[in-house]
């Protein structure tokens, strides 16, 4: 049973540049989630896809956008980087309706800085 | 605000001994209530889970929730060195969104 993979590991980005940050669900997961953790913080949701679709979104500007594909695997697409982009950023797939009782697989993250 | 509060810490505990680390939340439609522990550059790894006012305990740890008043708490009995990690308190929401606290930074002395 495969883990949850994010790509890349690391990547630095100039302010106002577009990122494309990849993610690839665990064996047997239907739903993804993407979050944002600033340094010294908690993570904050910015969406969650499930069939292909946003199923509930944070408080995070339009710039800010997903997608979902047929396998399951999910990009988040940042436009207009600014500085405060900066973190890193957690995919956690997860088995629609398992969520409540703590079923998601947290990838290791991307961390993206933005010069 | 959905909001979740812990203390940031650092809370240093002596090996062998009860750390007891707090939350609270302010949504009571909150459904479920996790703790996570988080080492430095690393992803979040569930510990405990709980749903229901009362006690659970699972090996070393205790988890705690009073929905009445919107706290949960997570207790490590025994701490060791390698328990030293910043555990962060995270809620489920009547969105089925995660809300999370900014973290406890925890430090167990040998």
């Known amino acids: 049973e495969t883990g949850v993979t994010q790509s890349p590991t690391h990547l630095i980005k100039t302010r106002g540049q577009q990122v494309t940050l990849r993610c690839s669900s665990q064996?047997?997961?239907?739903?993804v989630s993407w979050y944002q953790q600033a340094l010294g913080q908690g993570p904050q949701f910015i969406f969650q896809?499930?069939?292909?679709?946003?199923?509930g979104r944070g408080n995070f500007p339009p710039r800010f956008s997903g997608l979902q594909f047929p396998n399951y695997s999910s990009e988040l697409n940042v436009n207009a980087l600014e500085l405060d982009d900066s973190a890193l950023y957690l995919c956690?797939?997860?088995?629609?309706?398992?969520?409540?009782?703590?079923?998601?697989?947290f990838g290791s993250g991307t961390r993206l800085t933005v010069v | 605000q959905k909001e979740v509060e812990q203390n940031s810490g650092p809370l240093s505990v002596p090996e062998g001994a009860i750390a007891s680390l707090n939350c609270t939340y302010s949504?009571?439609?909150?459904?479920?209530f996790f703790w996570y522990r988080q080492y430095s550059g690393k992803s979040p790894e569930l510990i405990m889970f709980?749903?229901s006012n009362g006690d659970k305990e699972d090996g070393r740890f205790t988890a705690q929730l009073n929905k009445a008043s919107q706290y949960v708490s997570l207790l490590i009995r025994d701490s060791q060195p390698s328990d030293s990690a910043t555990y962060l308190c995270?809620?489920?929401?009547?969105?089925?969104?995660?809300?999370w606290g900014a973290g406890t930074k925890l430090i167990i002395k040998p």
């Open positions: 956690a797939s997860s088995r629609w309706g398992q969520e409540v009782v703590g079923g998601y697989t």
């Open positions: 064996s047997g997961h239907n739903t």
């Open positions: 896809y499930y069939r292909e679709e946003e199923n």
């Open positions: 949504d009571r439609g909150s459904q479920s």
């Open positions: 709980i749903y």
């Open positions: 995270a809620v489920m929401d009547s969105n089925y969104q995660l809300i």
